[in-house]
C-alpha cells in the first residue's frame, strides 16, 4: 500500500476555505511538504513545516501536522478558482515520498 | 537563479524505441533526484544522485533505465528499450543537501506508443 495517504479530490465553492488531508507512515520523517501542480506545469512547493512543529501560516495558508497521529493538513483560506490544481503531500526520509495527489477544484 | 529544468517536455515514442530524458539541477546542488509519476498515481522515487556518484537506486525499476550523471552537473534517464507502462510523467529535483527541501523541475511527459 501507499505510504502517503490522501483523499482523491475535493471540490469548493470560490471564497469558501479548502481542507486537504493526508496521513504519512513514517514518524522519522523530518520534513512534511505539500506541492502544488497546475495543469501542464511541474510541481511547484507551496510550503512545508519541520516535524517539531504543530503549525505553520503562510498568508492564506495554514498547515497542522499531528505527529501522534501521522496526520498533515493544507487549509486555504478564501479559495480562489486560481487555486484549482493538484495538491501533493510529502514526507522525506532522504527520498520523498508522495501521496496520490489531491484534485481541488474550486467553483465560481 | 534558475530553478531546475527538465528536456524535453514531452517525448512521444514507440514501444521498443530507446529515449534519453535530461535533468539540469540547480546549481550548486549536489543531491539530484529522479522520480516518475504513472497513470495519475502517486509520484514514485527512482534514485538519488550524490554529486555524480548513485546515493540510492532502490526505486529504479528494472535493467532498462539507467542513469548517469557524468561531471556531478546534469543528470540523464535513458529508457531502452521503452515499453508502454513507462508512460508517465518523469521529475528531476535537487537540494542542496540530501535531507534539505527538493526542488523539483516541470517534468518530461514520455507517452509510449
Known amino acids: 500500500g501507499e505510504d502517503v495517504e490522501q483523499s482523491l479530490f475535493l471540490s469548493v465553492r470560490e471564497g469558501d476555505s479548502s481542507v486537504i488531508n493526508c496521513t504519512y507512515t513514517?514518524?522519522?520523517?523530518?520534513?512534511l511538504y505539500w506541492y502544488k501542480q497546475e495543469p501542464g506545469a511541474g510541481l511547484q512547493l507551496l510550503t512545508y513545516?519541520?516535524?517539531?512543529?504543530d503549525m505553520k501560516q503562510d498568508q492564506r495558508l495554514t498547515v497542522l501536522l499531528n505527529k501522534k497521529d501521522k496526520h498533515l493538513s493544507l487549509r486555504i483560506a478564501d479559495t480562489q478558482t486560481g487555486d484549482s490544481a493538484i495538491y501533493f503531500c510529502?514526507?522525506?526520509?532522504?527520498?520523498?515520498?508522495f501521496g496520490a495527489g489531491t484534485r481541488l477544484t474550486v467553483k465560481p | 537563479e534558475a530553478g531546475v529544468t527538465q528536456f524535453p517536455s514531452h517525448s512521444v515514442i514507440e514501444k521498443g524505441q530507446t529515449v534519453t530524458l535530461r535533468c539540469d539541477p540547480i546549481s550548486g546542488h549536489d543531491n539530484l533526484y529522479w522520480y516518475r509519476r504513472v497513470m495519475g498515481k502517486e509520484i514514485k522515487f527512482l534514485l538519488h544522485?550524490?554529486?555524480?556518484?548513485?546515493?540510492?537506486e532502490s526505486g529504479m525499476p528494472n535493467n532498462r533505465f539507467l542513469a548517469e550523471r557524468t561531471g556531478g552537473t546534469y543528470s540523464t534517464l535513458k529508457v531502452q528499450p521503452a515499453e508502454l507502462e513507462d508512460s508517465g510523467v518523469y521529475f528531476c529535483a535537487s537540494s542542496q543537501s540530501p535531507g534539505g527541501i527538493q526542488y523539483f523541475g516541470a517534468g518530461t511527459r514520455l507517452s509510449v506508443l
Open positions: 510529502a514526507e522525506s526520509l532522504g527520498d520523498m515520498r
Open positions: 513545516i519541520f516535524s517539531n512543529m
Open positions: 544522485f550524490v554529486k555524480e556518484s548513485k546515493q540510492d
Open positions: 513514517d514518524s522519522s520523517s523530518t520534513y
